[in-house]
């Protein structure tokens, strides 16, 4: 069954220190993309940041990074030096390259609040 | 470029109506996927089309659900007889390339309230 996890309903984080959100995923795909999504309050969904399987390097956008471990089928994001307008939903997704519709499947979710 | 354009923003209906969401994709984009938000949860496939083409519906409810992308103009979700069940966000993504699986884009999405 393809299936994304993520464990932690809800986050806390100073400003200014990085945070890791956790993603588990299982899929019997060898080929599969994994995103992560922004959730403002206003609803939008930005997309952050992609890690194809095939890639060997971690990907990095800016002050957000994906913790890509294969073997353990987990992809965490890590935000470095967490602003307030970083509080939102963040949603882990993958897109397994089945049947070729690359549908992407999300996981629940996690609300993260940056303190001041 | 415009992004993925999604009208209304916001939509009531009362129960036993019929709803129509509107999906523009991004200009050159021929792939068009919706999702569906119930409130507190991620998001959840319903349909992925081109153009007047449904090439998944395997998470389309059964009844009342329908989806159409036709040659010209935008893709529409049509849900009839609409249930209190019904209220939740509702996202297109569009996709210029199903072999690109990282180009897709989000609209807005619209709110349906069901009273």
């Known amino acids: 069954a393809q299936k994304i996890t993520q464990t932690q309903p809800g986050m806390f984080v100073q400003e200014k220190e990085a945070v890791t959100l956790d993603c588990t995923y299982d899929?019997?795909?060898?080929?599969?993309?994994l995103f992560w999504y922004k959730q403002p309050s206003s609803g939008e969904m930005i997309f952050l940041i992609y890690q194809g399987s095939y890639d060997e390097q971690n990907a990095t956008e800016g002050r957000y990074s994906l913790n890509f471990q294969k073997a353990r089928k987990s992809a965490n994001l890590v935000i470095s030096a967490s602003q307030l307008g970083d509080s939102a939903m963040y949603f882990c997704a993958m897109s397994p390259h089945t049947s070729g519709t690359y549908k992407y499947i999300f996981g629940t979710g996690t609300r993260l609040k940056v303190l001041a | 470029n415009a992004g993925v354009m999604q009208n209304p923003r916001h939509l009531v209906r009362r129960r036993g109506q019929e709803a129509r969401l509107r999906c523009s994709p991004m200009k050159g984009h021929s792939h068009v996927y919706w999702y569906r938000q119930l409130p507190e949860e991620g998001l959840k496939f319903m349909v992925y089309l081109q153009k007047e083409n449904i090439i998944d519906e395997s998470g389309m409810p059964k009844e009342r659900f329908s989806a159409e992308f036709p040659k010209e103009g935008p893709s529409i979700l049509r849900i009839q007889q609409v249930v209190r069940g019904d209220s939740a966000a509702y996202f297109c993504?569009?996709?210029?390339?199903?072999?690109?699986?990282?180009?897709?884009?989000f609209g807005p999405g619209t709110r349906l309230t069901v009273t």
């Open positions: 899929t019997s795909d060898q080929s599969y993309g």
């Open positions: 993504a569009s996709s210029p390339n199903r072999d690109s699986p990282r180009e897709q884009y």
